[in-house]
């Protein structure tokens, strides 16, 4: 038996060969973003302002949310210094809220967390709380770590526009297949970044003739979302009688992600998307998770919002809404 050899490293030549010929590939997909970019560059200054934009929150920039000065100024270093770093849970780490109490449907019932770029440990455990404690469960973070801003925005541009998805969205598919082989009911609550990769796993599930028996058990909720499409599979929605897999999407109108992200792609996009259209910020603790917890975007129509302090919504509570044109 030959034993096996492993691949030599690319030669930096041979590097900017792929690139070129994954841009060119792409070309329009390359077009379309850079005129997204520059038609809601207007927004770029509110991706983390106002900070503490209400009270009782803890905004991911404010020195107050950490227990340390030094866990701070570790979330600002990791996010400006270009370092390789491993992942701190790959849906390993869960966070349980205060005084809750296990049931046999929240043993059979599984959700994760995906984050945003630039993102280092404390970061996305300060998240992970913050959702924990307004859907009072227990969350399991799919940790994707950051290598600095720069690298993290031109990983995120590959996987979106450039369609290489690489190392962001195989570590977390491979925690979601098992989720749903073992468990009846499957969320994800992914944040900015982490739609592109939620995006991938719904492909890669479609793909997949056993685990497409499965699908039907996944929610999806996308919050911030920069993703450029997201689909749904109308056979098996015809089959269990609500979208499968079931999708919903939150989103700042004055959010500059979200705007060249699912508020530009809604033709591409299954799942009911509910706005607050002069709201302003991107980050997910100060911006977004207590209006949802509100039910601001949406008036208590959602399905998202009926999981709120750890209440369940029945069969009836699907939202039947499709946005692709």
Known sequence: M???????????????R?????????RRSVLRDLGLV???????????????????VRPEFHP??????????SVIGQMLLPVERVSASEGTRVVVPPNFQWSES??????????????APSMALLETEELARTFHRPIHLIHTPTYGAVWDLWDAITARTLRKDGKLAQPA??????????????VLLCYSQGTIIASY???KIFKDPELRKHAHKL???CLAGVADSMHMDYQLTAEHGHPVPYVEHFANGQDFFARIGVLSHYYSTSGAVFVRPEKRGHMLTDHYIPGIARGDYCQGRSRLSKYVGGRMPGDEDYVAFDRRR
């Open 38 to 56: 520059a038609r809601n560059a207007r927004s770029l200054p509110w991706i983390i302002f106002p900070i503490k934009s209400e009270d009782g």
């Open 173 to 186: 598919f491979k925690i979601v297949r098992n989720a749903l082989l073992s468990h009846e009911h499957v």
């Open 64 to 73: 107050a949310s950490y227990q340390s000065r030094w866990e701070y100024i």
């Open 201 to 203: 796993i719904v492909r």
């Open 2 to 16: 030959k034993a096996s050899v492993p691949a030599e490293p690319r030669s930096p030549v041979a590097r900017i």
């Open 18 to 26: 792929t690139i070129g010929s994954r841009l060119f590939n792409n």
């Open 106 to 119: 929240t043993k059979q019932s599984k959700w994760f967390f995906l984050n945003g770029i630039c993102t």
């Open 219 to 221: 929610e999806i909720y």
